[in-house]
């Protein structure tokens, strides 16, 4: 997605060798318009697929999974962060290892949300070192939903998510794949 990768170039501020700040439209400031074109992107890379619901992780997949939802014309689920103790009702829920943070979170999602009827389709902002995908995977295995992929806006391919989530066999589409950002210079595969 050309645009995509224009704006992470001009926009984008690298924090040390790793993190990447896209304030600007994604994860502070959120430019709809543009964000319903990511959104459209996502949805497209997937059509023909059947869909029932896509599932993100609060807070920054929600803006990006609601444009994916939007498009396909189906419900958004986000799983959410800390204790569980305000849900009432089964739960699925799933560890995640927050490299940016450096903790870990458990993240749950209400089994009246996704079921063996469900084809899900996971959406993130980014794609680094794959714990945040793995753990939406494991949710929606837990729920026996159908995994249809997931839709990642910005993959980190140098983090290795991808590799490490190779045994899954999930289809992971991402609209923008960096290769490396060495000296603050962004590089696209
Ligand atoms: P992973 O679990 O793949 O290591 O990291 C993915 C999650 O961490 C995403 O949900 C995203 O919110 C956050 N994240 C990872 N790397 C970055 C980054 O470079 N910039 C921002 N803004 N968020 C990131």
Redesign the pocket.
Known sequence: MKELLERIQTEGVVIGD?????DSFL?HQIEPSFILKIGREIADRFSGERITKVLT?EA??IAVAMAVGLALGVKVVFAKKGHASTQTGDIYTAP?Y???RQEEVNIFVSSKFLTPHDAVLIV??????????KALVDIVRQAGSVLVGAGIVIE?QF?G?RESLQESRIRIESLATIKSMREGKIEFA
């Open positions: 790793s993190i990447l700040k896209v994860n992780i920054s997949g995640v927050s490299f940016t993130d902002d980014f794609l680094a070192h794959g714990q945040a995908l980190k983090q998510g």
